[in-house]
């Protein structure tokens, strides 16, 4: 069965300094990983993707995501954070194994950006 | 290009009242998905479908709610009668691939029963 941990349930940084969200998966099959992005109020927004090709990702808005398969982690990291990073990140974990699969989220990482 | 549309955004009812919710997927998109979102139990899936057919209703909470997708452009989901704790942000996604995950979120409809 899959399963997503997401380690932390928020994360405080300040504007400026990297950012680190972990996220560690469960899967008995090559996965594939994606990271979402929520705002207040609106839905969430794809990120990023691991789709089994190079297993250093990168995504919008200066993130990116390395996926390591012998840690079983997808951590995502950026550089240098911005007020408007500030959001709900999601870990997503899906092995595509049949037709039928089910996406399993992970609960969620609280990003604060302090100014 | 139109994203996944919702409506309504913000919904307001009272306990007992009939509610649906409505959903037009991404054009070209064979496969969508209900999610309810509350601060308790985060992100939950309620049901899936695909080319129209419902794969997976196992995360429907109870009787009380159910789901159509008449055809591929269109989907609703119902909460007869509506209780307070149905109050959460429910979620539309589609997807042109079930299985890969990467879905094309709604805004949201916002409930709040009374």
């Known amino acids: 069965a899959q399963s997503v941990t997401q380690l932390d349930s928020h994360v405080s940084v300040s504007e400026g300094t990297p950012v680190l969200l972990r996220c560690n998966y469960s899967?008995?099959?090559?996965?594939?990983l994606f990271w979402y992005v929520q705002h207040p109020n609106k839905g969430l927004q794809l990120l990023l993707k691991?789709?089994?090709?190079?297993?250093l990702v990168k995504g919008i808005n200066g993130f990116e995501a390395e996926f390591k398969k012998s840690e079983t982690s997808f951590h995502l990291t950026k550089p240098s954070a911005h007020m408007s990073d500030a959001a709900e990140y999601f870990c997503?974990?899906?092995?595509?194994?049949?037709?039928?699969?089910?996406?399993?989220f992970g609960p969620g990482t609280s990003l604060s950006v302090i100014p | 290009d139109a994203g996944v549309i919702q409506s309504p955004r913000h919904e307001v009812t009272e306990m007992g009242q009939e509610v649906t919710l409505r959903c037009k997927p991404i054009?070209?998109?064979?496969?969508l998905f209900w999610y309810r979102q509350t601060m308790m139990r985060g992100l939950e899936l309620l049901i899936y479908?695909?080319?129209?057919?419902?794969?997976?209703d196992s995360g429907m909470p109870e009787d009380r709610f159910s789901a159509k997708m008449p055809n591929a452009s269109f989907s609703t989901l119902k909460i007869q009668p509506s209780e307070p704790r149905d109050s959460a942000v429910y979620f539309c996604?589609?997807?042109?691939?079930?299985?890969?995950?990467?879905?094309?979120f709604g805004e949201g409809s916002r409930l709040t029963v009374l």
């Open positions: 054009s070209g998109h064979n496969s």
């Open positions: 899967s008995s099959y090559s996965p594939s």
């Open positions: 479908f695909n080319n129209n057919v419902p794969i997976d």
């Open positions: 997503v974990v899906s092995d595509g194994r049949t037709s039928y699969d089910k996406v399993i």
């Open positions: 691991y789709t089994s090709a190079a297993t």
């Open positions: 996604a589609s997807s042109w691939d079930q299985s890969t995950g990467e879905l094309f």
